[in-house]
């Protein structure tokens, strides 16, 4: 869990380096952690000879955080949708939907092997905003 | 910072006082193995006191809910209480905040049990 933990200090203080307030930082940093965490229990599935990655970058415009895992690749049309009724019992489920809720993008990359993970939060207004 | 779980008795109700963050890993280990252990030895009605729960990620969420269902297997009850603000947007999100009995105040707590 050291390698989650070191994700969201991370996320954190990219977060709040780029002048989020406190929720925003919250919920990019939380949003990592749960990326991270996917990317540790389901995409290596907690093998300690597999690693996962990690990047973060401010572009000006948007803040980019991109993690990978080296496991067998996950398929996001297969999560289950947490909110559904038949699911709200579930113990599991919830963090993409967590990191669909917090950011503004959130894509999925298969990498033969493994999963990378590409989330973004805007820094501005989309233009189609205004 | 890690969970803290102080354990007391009010009026035939278990309240257990956590503290810190209910993440993957200790928080959520310790939040389980608390639960069960009070409902093998036969309590019935436990108070998850959570106004001093910082934090609380989709495996801490997972936990809470695997309690509820743990304990209403087995005529049990778990309630929550005092949630602060970032749980309660969390279980509105999630939309477990219609799975939970949720209180505000001690007294309204304990009382709702009986």
Known sequence: MESVAEVEAAAQKLAAEAGLDEDECFHVSMAAREAAVNAV???NEYDPAKQISATFENTGAALVIAIADQGKGLDPATIPDPLAQENLLRGSGRGIFLIRSFMDEVHFRQLHPGTELTIVKQLAPAENET | MALTIASREVDGVTVLDLGGRITLGEGSVQLRDAIRSLISKGKKSILLN???????DSSGLGELVSAFTTAK????EVKLLSLTKKVHDLLQLTKLYTVFDIQDDEAGAIASFK
Do not use: F, P, S, T
């Open chain 1, 41 to 43: 229990l389901h995409g």
């Open chain 2, 50 to 56: 959570m106004g001093n729960v910082n934090y609380i």
């Open chain 2, 73 to 76: 297997n087995q005529q049990a």
